[in-house]
């Protein structure tokens, strides 16, 4: 989305002299001043980054603050993307750049021959431009096929083509680097950069400087360069190389949530859901991630991505709104029914252990289950359910894909266990059916769990506890 700067801002280079006396900061001070300002004022500088308060956004603050160049380590899906992107939000809003320069210098700071030339031209009449924060963010997905062109820049045929010898700095066509200049460069996956390619970032973070095609190019180029990896020893596509690991000043490990509260947060923030799923049911995802990470089952070097409990969340809502179509009923509301859908569609997001081969369904029911039983266990600590069993032994209840939250409703015995049921699982003072059913759901899948109660499964696609 494109943004106009304010009419009120300098245009020309005297004007800008006028009202900014003071020399031009770097991106890392100006990121540095920032930074300490919304600390100051007690503001959060990384809006929608959940998880990381005590852990990694202080070891990223002090890199920031020391004016680290910076590398993200973490295994797939720990957001390492999403805060790279926020370091975006510490930048001025607006910054001054000379109108048509290619590498967006300062109007004070000319770095290229072609600006320094204009500059002594024009003097004080050098039109300004204004370019946003966004604009001053660069991002670059590392792979195979990355040349040194694309990072840093090559000779233009055109340019030589029109007369100019081949030594000189304007036949250089910048890449992506040197058109960050004055902002933030990110590389997404570091090490499936070709180490010949990764050779080409030494002289850029440490001298400054570019070497194209046998001549080098002085330029005192500003910019806060970051990149995210796998921890070296999960991936076998690459590596850092040790020359340039070194010109990090910071490496960072993040993580994936700690707390069952920030799993929450993370699928409540991310996930788009297209029907109701009470949060129960999140809850039972968030406990079924975790267990994931915690299988020896699954192969944990690759991680089981903060997306995976995303990805279920939106299956469960998904597998509600095919099932209140089928089932005609004129509201959806996720029900535990709907949880059956997540081991088979999103098996593909996992990576088993070597010898797990044919029990990877086996694997995600059992650790599913167990996800269920331990959430209903927390939400319905102390209740008595004795007499919903004996209640249901008596007078079996029918669910399922096939069957109508009103029909489960209606079929459940009139209980005071079930009232209380329904208001620890925020099911009660509604009139949709929904709700309801879904907890009693819950707490009978519970009771089959603890091998309370009996549970049928028909070819019909109901089940029937009793």
């Known amino acids: 989305m494109p943004f106009t700067p304010p009419a ?18 770097s991106v890392k001070a100006e990121i540095r001043d920032n930074l300490l300002a919304a600390l ?39 957001g390492k993307t999403r805060l790279l992107r926020a370091l975006a939000g510490l930048l001025d809003e607006w910054t001054p750049v000379i109108a048509g320069s290619e590498l967006g210098e300062h109007p004070m700071e000319p770095i290229t021959p072609a600006s320094r030339r204009r500059v002594t031209e024009l003097g004080d009449g050098l039109p300004v431009d204004w370019r946003h924060r966004s604009e001053r963010y660069t991002e670059k997905l590392a792979t195979p096929d990355t040349a040194v062109a694309d990072l840093i820049g090559d000779v233009d045929p055109v340019k030589v083509a029109e007369g100019r010898s081949l030594g000189d700095p304007e036949t250089i066509h910048f890449g992506l680097v040197p058109r960050a200049h004055r902002g933030i460069v990110a590389i997404n996956e570091l090490p499936d950069l ?11 973070m440490e001298e400054r400087d570019i070497q194209v095609r046998g001549y080098t ?33 910071a490496e960072v490990r993040t993580h994936y949530p700690l707390e069952l509260a920030d799993e929450l947060a993370v699928m409540g923030q991310e996930a788009d859901l297209v029907a109701p799923v009470p949060m129960f049911l999140l809850e039972i995802i968030a406990r079924f991630t975790r267990a994931l990470r915690e299988s020896s089952a699954v192969d944990q070097g690759s991680g089981v991505s903060a997306r995976f409990s995303v990805a279920a969340a939106e299956t ?3 597998a509600a709104l095919r099932r209140s179509a089928l089932a005609g009923e004129p509201h959806a509301t996720a029900r535990p029914v709907d949880l059956e859908s997540v081991p088979t569609v999103l098996r593909g997001k ?36 004795t007499p919903l069993t004996e209640a249901v032994s008596q007078s079996p209840v029918r669910t399922g894909e096939r069957v109508p939250a009103a029909a489960v409703v209606s079929a ?48 019909d696609e109901t089940v029937t506890y009793g």
Do not use: C
């Open 316 to 318: 469960v809502a998904a």
């Open 8 to 25: 009120h801002l300098p245009r020309t280079l005297g004007a800008l002299r006028s009202s900014e006396p003071a020399a031009p900061r």
């Open 350 to 385: 996992l990576e088993f252990a070597s010898g797990e081969e044919g029990r990877e369904t086996e694997t995600l029911t059992h650790l599913l289950r167990r996800a269920t039983a331990d959430t209903a266990r927390a939400r319905l600590r102390g209740l008595d359910l």
């Open 194 to 204: 070709a180490e010949r390619i990764q050779v080409a970032l030494l002289n850029v």
């Open 412 to 459: 459940l015995p009139r209980s005071p266990v079930l009232t209380e049921v329904a208001r620890r699982l925020d099911a009660a003072g509604t009139e949709d059916p929904g709700p309801m059913a879904a907890a009693a759901e819950l707490a009978l899948e519970y009771l089959f769990l603890t091998r309370k109660l009996a549970k049928d499964e028909s070819d």
């Open 40 to 78: 100051r004022a007690g503001t959060d500088p990384w809006p929608g980054i959940l998880g990381f308060e005590s852990t990694v956004l202080p070891q990223l603050e002090r890199a920031l603050l020391a004016g680290h160049d910076v590398v993200l380590l973490g295994e797939r899906g720990q």
């Open 217 to 249: 190019l002085r330029l005192p180029l500003d910019v806060l360069l970051v990149a995210s990896a796998n921890p070296e020893d999960y991936t076998n596509r690459g590596r850092i190389i040790t020359p340039l690991k070194d010109r990090f000043g």
